[in-house]
């Protein structure tokens, strides 16, 4: 049983802090959207390690999949503690986790430290997600009290994919164009994400702290919602192995398979596909939650059919439409999943609920694509691609029903 020791009021907001409730809300999606955007700063950059440093293709991909694992681990032990630790207290120290892998990333391009500085930026990423999310949603209803939670939804969801989209096309084109390409991305995101920790230093707290007996995640939603819980769970899953794929593989796809070698170009279409997401989840924001939802299944199936045909006929432009419309699906589907959540989830423990979504979801990232990465090395591309998208389709297809359900 959780003791609680003590448990003193939060100050009021602007006692000890420069900014306002409304300042804040926005200096901490800009912090989400920046660690976000630095965690695929590697999309574009891959290739370049092959060639330099001799990765393999399953090298990448457990690169890839050590970032992914460092999110779980990492919500798995901290992504809950912002709910009585409080949230500035945790996303400071992860803003600054990231940029210490910025850091390792600028003194080596060793697979080793490339492997640590994937899995402490998983770390970080794993305590920023939920809480920020949370942050928002808190920082929203304190700044404009009784205006419902759309924008703060909203927000943290385009904070999420607008930064996944940012990410890849700076450092595409810093890698195509500036010198030093396997460092000048990286040097660059090490000053914003010290920017973004000072503004998180001064952003108002909005949880009560006190002190209770630690103890790894857990879910802690009402019975009757669990299995909706758990299909928003498997959505995000889904939603989030669409866009691993395009944070991974999809660039080696573009490079060989498609005979398009150019970075800039690789961190382009990891960006089309996360811009699109951005984008949908804008458009569908009055629709209703299973509008949304609807929405992002068949767009994601859709998407995924067209990417892995592109594929097999070695066409470019239908690769970045399917690109385009299995991220507007995710984008949509992974909206979905959070609003979900938040719907069910009381806000005592919303942080926690949030967290094992982001869990699944994060799931999603590393075991679907380290399988296809290991596929490559058996069968074609074009199977390994084909096998991915069936799996993913039977999953959305297995949650569709509970999440529709009204």
Same mark, same amino acid.
């Given at each position: 049983m959780t003791t609680v020791l003590s448990r003193p009021a939060a100050r009021p907001a602007g006692r000890d802090r420069k900014l306002s409730h409304e300042q804040g809300f926005w200096a901490i999606a800009l912090a989400f959207a920046v660690s976000l955007a630095f965690t695929v700063i590697p999309t574009p950059l891959w290739a370049l390690y092959q060639r330099h440093d001799g990765y393999s293709? &399953?090298?990448v991909t457990v690169a890839f999949a050590a970032y992914? +694992?460092?999110v779980i681990a990492s919500l798995f032990l901290a992504g809950?503690?912002?709910?009585? /630790? *409080?949230?500035? =207290?945790?996303l400071l120290p992860a803003v600054l986790l990231e940029a210490v892998s910025a850091t390792l990333f600028l003194t080596s391009t060793s697979f080793g430290v490339v492997l640590v500085a994937r899995v402490l930026s998983g770390l970080g990423i794993g305590m920023i997600t939920a809480t920020a999310t949370a942050h928002l949603s808190e920082l929203h209803a304190a700044a404009r009290p009784g205006a419902g939670r759309a924008r703060g939804d909203l927000v943290a969801t385009v904070a999420n994919l607008g930064g996944f989209a940012f990410g890849p096309v700076v450092s595409g084109l810093l890698a195509q164009y500036a010198p030093a390409p396997l460092r000048t991305p990286y040097l660059v995101f090490l000053g914003l994400l010290l920017l973004a920790a000072i503004a998180v230093s001064l952003v108002p707290e909005t949880v009560a702290t006190h002190r209770r007996r630690y103890r790894p995640q857990r879910v802690d939603v009402p019975a009757a919602t669990r299995p909706r819980y758990f299909a928003a769970t498997a959505g995000a899953f889904a939603a989030l192995s669409v866009l691993g794929l395009f944070t991974s593989l999809a660039p080696a796809f573009v490079a060989g398979t498609l005979h398009h070698p150019s970075r800039a170009l690789a961190g382009a279409v990891a960006s089309l596909v996360f811009g699109s997401g951005a984008v949908a989840q804008v458009l569908l924001r009055r629709r209703s939650l299973r509008d949304q939802v609807a929405a992002g299944l068949i767009l994601m199936v859709a998407g995924l059919a067209t990417v892995t045909a592109a594929v097999w006929a070695q066409s470019l432009p239908a690769f970045l439409v399917g690109g385009a419309v299995a991220g507007a699906g995710a984008g949509a589907l992974f909206k979905g999943t959070i609003s979900t959540v938040v719907d069910l989830a009381p806000p005592a423990? =919303?942080?926690? %609920?949030?967290?094992? /979504? +982001? #869990? *699944? *979801?994060? #799931?999603?990232?590393?075991?679907? $694509? #380290? *399988?296809l990465g290991v596929l490559t090395q058996l069968v074609s591309p074009q199977v390994a691609l084909l096998w991915f998208a069936g799996a &993913?389709? %039977? /999953? &959305? $297809?297995a949650v569709s029903r509970p999440l529709l359900r009204r």
């Open positions: 293709t &399953i090298g992914a +694992f460092g809950h503690v912002s709910d009585w /630790l *409080g949230r500035r =207290r945790v423990v =919303r942080g926690e %609920a949030l967290a094992g /979504l +982001f #869990l *699944g *979801g994060y #799931l999603g990232l590393a075991v679907p $694509v #380290l *399988g &993913i389709a %039977a /999953l &959305i $297809v």
